[in-house]
């Protein structure tokens, strides 16, 4: 199976795959996750909103309200801009159907009624980063069914698939909408508190994560206590704050393996690590093999 990259901005964690086109922003995918080099996919972001569902595998989902794993014919709901990542749970591959779509493609152009009244309510949500979908339950498995549709729709591509397409989203966020009413009338105060913290450090990491980052450092670019930080970085990202800063390091590396013919050893060094030998272990457990290794293959 050929191996593609994961494409990314690793200065701000923003998705940069294009996702259908301007006419028709939708993108319709039936995906292996072994397909991507790392085998998994880093914490990212995009303004999309995405559903996807579990073919075959299980899938372990992390995002900023926990961690979730998906089994086959479990599927979710992401929010837009909201932080996740995905690896395989106790197998070698998972097998998924997906679709990332702009959400204004359901927006009136004509009346704010539609829009203030059902798209933005959940989409300017940051408690719901997420919906869990399980076809086994009645009123989820139309949602589950509605995105078979699309799917479809779109290998045929037949005169009108396009006007269908749309009712179908329409109708799929009524019902996430549904889901999550109780969450959006009932959210907690400050339920945006966190989400405006974790990217503020995110965002003063990506700017020095080549330089001695310190615990005091990170927490001051959001102006919370060490704490603070570190029980932020757990409820959003289920990690400490240095875990963080090495896999992104090491990341930036793998970018660096690949674009640049420079010596390992020098890019061990504008990573922000000062041991090699630390840096190929790190590199080996979170990529799955050595520097030169990755080099090499890729």
């Not at 050893?265 to 080996?284: E, L, R, T, V």
Request: with cysteine; aromatic share 12%.
């Amino acid at each position: 199976m050929k191996k593609i990259p994961f494409l990314i901005d690793y200065t701000t964690n923003q998705e940069t795959q294009r996702h259908g086109n301007s006419d028709l922003p939708i993108g319709v995918y039936h995906f292996h996750l072994s397909s991507y080099e790392a085998g998994y996919t880093p914490w990212h972001w995009h303004k999309e909103v995405e559903l996807y569902f579990v073919l075959e595998g299980a899938i372990r989902l992390n995002t900023t309200s926990g961690e979730f794993i998906l089994k086959e014919n479990e599927g979710c709901f992401i929010n837009s801009n909201c932080l996740h990542s995905m690896h395989p749970y106790e197998c070698g591959d998972v097998i998924f159907q997906s679709l990332v779509f702009d959400p204004l493609i359901i927006s009136s152009s004509i009346s704010l009624l539609f829009d203030e009244k059902y798209l933005y309510p959940l989409l300017k949500s940051k408690n719901i980063p997420c919906i869990i979908i399980d076809y086994s339950c009645p009123y989820h498995s139309t949602i589950y069914e509605k995105v078979s549709q699309i799917v479809f729709l779109h290998k045929k591509q037949e005169f009108g698939y396009e006007i269908t397409t749309r009712n179908s989203l329409s109708e799929i966020w009524l019902n996430l909408l549904a889901l999550a009413r109780n969450d959006i009338e009932n959210a907690p105060a400050g339920a945006d508190l966190d989400y405006l913290r974790i990217h503020a450090m995110l965002s003063y990491i990506h700017e020095n994560y080549a330089s001695d980052l310190t615990s005091e450092d990170i927490a001051a670019s959001a102006s919370v206590s060490v704490s603070e930080c570190c029980r932020c970085f757990q409820r959003c990202l289920k990690q400490t704050p240095f875990d963080y800063v090495i896999e992104y390091r090491i990341h930036r590396a793998a970018e660096l393996l690949l674009d640049t013919d420079r010596p390992i050893s020098d890019i061990c060094i504008d990573a922000g690590f000062n041991s090699s030998s630390y840096f190929s272990n790190k590199f080996k457990s979170i990529i799955g093999m050595s520097p030169r290794e990755y080099r090499r293959r890729k």
